[in-house]
């Protein structure tokens, strides 16, 4: 299950001006302005703002990432080998499982390498 907010998801960079101020904080918005997330500086120096406009850009990527991997797990899922891709397998598992919410089905991965021969 991924109830997260739908669209796209935009980051809103440190040292932005809002009302006419410098922005101390990266935030993440609906293309509309709708919040989603802030991540503060961790003081106002240049580095740390830095970080947290890197951090609100990887934010702003998580439905496109999230989306991009489960396309990728359905492609590989057909042509899965077990003894090269369980690892990564697990790790994208365990990947969308946070980035939903939800368990990791190591019943899943168990079927899919069984699939594989590689069990």
Known sequence: MSNHTSGLWV???????????LRRYAS???ASGKAI????ASSKTWEARQQ???NAN????????LDA????MRHISDDFDGD??????????????????SQV?????????QKAGCA
Do not use: E
Request: charged share 20%.
């Open 11 to 21: 980051a809103n960079n440190c040292g932005s001006k809002v009302r006419g101020a």
């Open 28 to 30: 993440v918005t609906t």
């Open 37 to 40: 997330a802030s991540c503060s």
């Open 52 to 54: 947290a406009n890197a």
């Open 58 to 65: 990887l934010c702003a990527a998580a439905p496109d990432l």
């Open 69 to 72: 991997l489960r396309r990728l």
């Open 84 to 101: 090269t891709f369980a690892d990564d397998w697990q790790k994208a598992q365990g990947a969308i499982a946070k980035a939903t919410g």
């Open 105 to 113: 089905k190591h019943d899943d991965i168990r079927a899919v390498i």
